[in-house]
């Protein structure tokens, strides 16, 4: 599913929307919002250049190719306007020109930052804001350094411009770097994991425009299907109620989830497929495997989206209905954090403090989804 650009269509979030608006009418405040893959960062920056008026909003989508004088180049060649010119004589025609600020920016100025803020400068009856979004492809330090030291050169000298840093991350510094200078101009927004309320929300505002119904149970299962991601409520409902309109009725039952679920795992990424593949895979006919890689799919998460090895403990002796203890299954953990197993899980800590988590986080709704077909 592509990431949401419209408006009407996008459900949830006000802590984070209202949070950015405050770094926008605050002067010399900008921001970065960042947080796990998958949990709706890019829909949110696409709702940003609509929702938010009396800006010119520019957004920038960031690749490994990229440096900071590529990058801005591509957000001034967005930055537009019309101009009319006069031609000469008595009836000469008035022609207007759409030009754009990337012509008045040299790369190869020796100090192409503060030309940045210069030409900026020149238009103060505007608000600016530029959008940068996948930042964490960009992987050079001095690009990221340049980033930082211009958010704090806009600070200080520019007040009709804000700057917002968008990517996966655990948190600021693994962006953007250790910048201290930055603590007070740059507003650090978490992106969480979506709440069942805002995931039923757009569930209910979808099949409400369809004139679609579904009752409270279905929408609890997908809820729990989806883990927090969006991308799965999207691809459920829209493969669900597919089978709803092609059938012309209007509930959406069992059996449209079940049908989308099937489809949704047909339309998931090969990269997920191939990790679970690899991590499932073994001689014997057992399904340990899969019962340890449920587990962790259901266990309680901590505030960093991690689960203890007593969590996934509990829940591998609430599934398998067995009373086993936490030795027997430390070597399916230590190897689901290898290649060969697709490195499905990463390992943080030691000891009593080690946790696991997913490293594709989406990869939990997709053993569930995996789960529910194979039973």
Same mark, same amino acid.
């Given at each position: 599913?592509?990431?949401?650009?419209?408006?009407?269509?996008?459900?949830?979030?006000?802590?984070?929307?209202?949070?950015?608006?405050?770094?926008?009418?605050?002067?010399?405040?900008?921001?970065?919002?960042? #947080?796990?893959?998958?949990?709706?960062?890019?829909?949110?920056?696409?709702?940003?250049?609509?929702?938010?008026?009396?800006?010119?909003?520019?957004?920038?989508?960031?690749?490994?190719?990229?440096?900071?004088?590529?990058?801005?180049?591509?957000?001034?060649?967005?930055?537009?306007?019309?101009?009319?010119?006069?031609?000469?004589?008595?009836?000469?025609?008035?022609?207007?020109?759409?030009?754009?600020?990337?012509?008045?920016?040299?790369?190869?100025?020796?100090?192409?930052?503060?030309?940045?803020?210069?030409?900026?400068?020149?238009?103060?009856?505007?608000?600016?804001?530029?959008?940068?979004?996948?930042?964490?492809?960009?992987?050079?330090?001095?690009?990221?350094?340049?980033?930082?030291?211009?958010?704090?050169?806009?600070?200080?000298?520019?007040?009709?411009?804000?700057?917002?840093?968008?990517?996966?991350?655990?948190?600021?510094?693994?962006?953007?770097?250790?910048?201290?200078?930055?603590?007070?101009?740059?507003?650090?927004?978490?992106?969480?994991?979506?709440?069942?309320?805002?995931?039923?929300?757009?569930?209910?505002?979808?099949?409400?425009?369809?004139?679609?119904?579904?009752?409270?149970?279905?929408?609890?299962?997908?809820?729990?299907?989806?883990?927090?991601?969006?991308?799965?409520?999207?691809?459920?409902?829209?493969?669900?109620?597919?089978?709803?309109?092609?059938?012309?009725?209007?509930?959406?039952?069992?059996?449209?989830?079940?049908?989308?679920?099937?489809? #949704?795992?047909?339309?998931?990424?090969?990269?997920?497929?191939?990790?679970?593949?690899?991590?499932?895979?073994?001689?014997?006919?057992?399904?340990?495997?899969?019962?340890?890689?449920?587990?962790?799919?259901?266990?309680?998460?901590?505030?960093?989206?991690?689960?203890?090895?007593?969590?996934?403990?509990?829940?591998?002796?609430?599934?398998?209905?067995?009373?086993?203890?936490?030795?027997?299954?430390?070597?399916?953990? #230590?190897?689901?954090?290898?290649?060969?197993?697709?490195?499905?899980?990463?390992?943080? #800590?030691?000891?009593?403090?080690?946790?696991?988590?997913?490293?594709?986080?989406?990869?939990?709704?997709?053993?569930?989804?995996?789960?529910?077909?194979?039973?």
């Amino acid at each position: 599913m592509a990431p949401i650009k419209k408006e009407e269509f996008f459900r949830g979030r006000i802590n984070q929307l209202e949070k950015i608006c405050n770094a926008i009418n605050e002067d010399g405040q900008h921001a970065m919002l960042f #947080g796990e893959r998958g949990v709706g960062k890019t829909s949110l920056a696409n709702i940003m250049t609509e929702s938010i008026t009396n800006l010119y909003p520019i957004k920038i989508t960031c690749n490994r190719t990229d440096n900071f004088k590529s990058l801005w180049k591509q957000a001034f060649r967005d930055v537009q306007f019309s101009t009319n010119t006069v031609g000469i004589g008595f009836n000469a025609q008035v022609k207007q020109e759409i030009i754009n600020l990337e012509s008045s920016l040299d790369e190869n100025s020796s100090t192409f930052s503060s030309d940045i803020i210069r030409l900026l400068g020149r238009f103060p009856d505007f608000s600016f804001l530029f959008i940068f979004d996948e930042f964490d492809n960009i992987l050079d330090k001095e690009v990221r350094r340049n980033f930082a030291d211009l958010i704090k050169a806009f600070s200080d000298n520019n007040t009709n411009t804000t700057i917002i840093i968008v990517g996966i991350a655990d948190d600021v510094e693994k962006l953007i770097g250790n910048h201290q200078s930055l603590e007070r101009c740059l507003k650090q927004i978490r992106m969480p994991r979506m709440s069942s309320q805002e995931y039923k929300e757009i569930i209910e505002k979808g099949l409400e425009r369809l004139e679609i119904h579904i009752d409270n149970n279905l929408k609890n299962k997908i809820v729990e299907f989806s883990s927090g991601f969006p991308h799965y409520i999207h691809l459920l409902c829209k493969f669900g109620c597919e089978e709803v309109v092609e059938e012309d009725r209007a509930d959406f039952n069992e059996n449209d989830l079940q049908k989308a679920i099937h489809k #949704g795992i047909e339309n998931t990424n090969e990269q997920l497929k191939s990790a679970y593949r690899k991590a499932v895979i073994g001689l014997s006919t057992t399904n340990k495997w899969k019962d340890v890689l449920f587990s962790c799919a259901e266990s309680e998460l901590d505030e960093f989206n991690c689960f203890s090895i007593t969590s996934i403990l509990n829940s591998y002796n609430r599934r398998t209905s067995k009373t086993v203890k936490g030795s027997s299954l430390a070597y399916n953990l #230590g190897q689901l954090c290898y290649k060969e197993r697709g490195a499905i899980l990463e390992r943080l #800590g030691t000891g009593l403090n080690t946790r696991y988590r997913f490293s594709n986080p989406m990869m939990m709704a997709y053993i569930k989804l995996m789960t529910n077909l194979e039973r």
